[in-house]
């Protein structure tokens, strides 16, 4: 079982920053790919910033210069630093992680943080 638990999440005026981080456990070989999405009321969810193993990222263009994707492998964590933030940018937040598990691959989601960007 592997599981991947996100915190970081709360309630930041407009401008302010917010880090989310989000840790897996589990019985693991390997994580490969790891992201962030978000969904707010009535829409899609969406990719907000991918990374992977080696450390090479991709973001929405929504996000692009203000938001930043890392992580640590030896931690398993992976991170998401979220600067100028918007009111736009309220909306669930969900990290996922490709990983091997007993000789297989899944990807897991974790359950979710809120983040809300209001004055």
């Known amino acids: 079982q592997v599981q991947l638990v996100e915190s970081g999440g709360g309630l930041v005026e407009p401008g302010g920053s917010l880090r989310l981080s989000c840790a897996a456990s589990g019985i693991i070989s390997r994580i490969d790919d790891m992201g962030w999405y978000r969904q707010a009321p009535g829409k899609q969810r969406e990719l907000v910033a991918g990374?992977?193993?080696?450390?090479?990222?991709n973001s929405g263009d929504s996000v692009k210069g203000r938001f930043t994707i890392s992580r640590d492998n030896a931690k398993s964590t992976v991170y998401l630093q979220m600067n100028s933030l918007k009111p736009e940018d309220t909306a669930v937040y969900y990290c996922?992680?490709?990983?091997?598990?007993?000789?297989?691959?899944?990807?897991?989601w974790g359950q979710g943080t809120q983040v809300t960007v209001s004055s």
């Open positions: 990374i992977t193993r080696d450390g090479t990222t």
């Open positions: 996922n992680a490709y990983v091997l598990t007993r000789a297989v691959w899944f990807t897991y």
